[in-house]
Nanobody, 111 residues
Framework: QVHLVESGGGLVQAGGSLRLSCAASGGIFSRNTMAWYRQVPGKQRELVATITSGGSTNYADSVRDRFFISRENAKNTVYLQMNSLKPEDTAVYYC?????WGQGTQVTVSS
């Protein structure tokens, strides 16, 4: 059984930074792509960033050059460094590993 636990969300002013973490258990982390998604109430869950097992990354246009995804296989953890945050980045952020989701962490950016 795979468990994903996100942390690091919170309230930040526009222009600020946050780093999200997602710790995985279950033994399949290192060989799979990890992803961060976000969701605003009433809207579809949106893909934010992905990182492959080899470290290749991809980003949504809305966050490119502001957000940076990384992974630490020895700790079964994926990170999302979020810089220059905007109010429109406010959402619940989820990590995903294959078909498994974390419980989400709230990020709120005040203007």
């Amino acid at each position: 059984q795979v468990h994903l636990v996100e942390s690091g969300g919170g309230l930040v002013q526009a222009g600020g930074s946050l780093r999200l973490s997602c710790a995985a258990s279950g033994g399949i982390f290192s060989r799979n792509t990890m992803a961060w998604y976000r969701q605003v109430p009433g809207k579809q869950r949106e893909l934010v960033a992905t990182i492959t097992s080899g470290g290749s990354t991809n980003y949504a246009d809305s966050v490119r050059d502001r957000f940076f995804i990384s992974r630490e296989n020895a700790k079964n953890t994926v990170y999302l460094q979020m810089n220059s945050l905007k109010p429109e980045d406010t959402a619940v952020y989820y990590c995903k590993l294959t078909t498994y989701w974390g419980q989400g962490t709230q990020v709120t950016v005040s203007s």
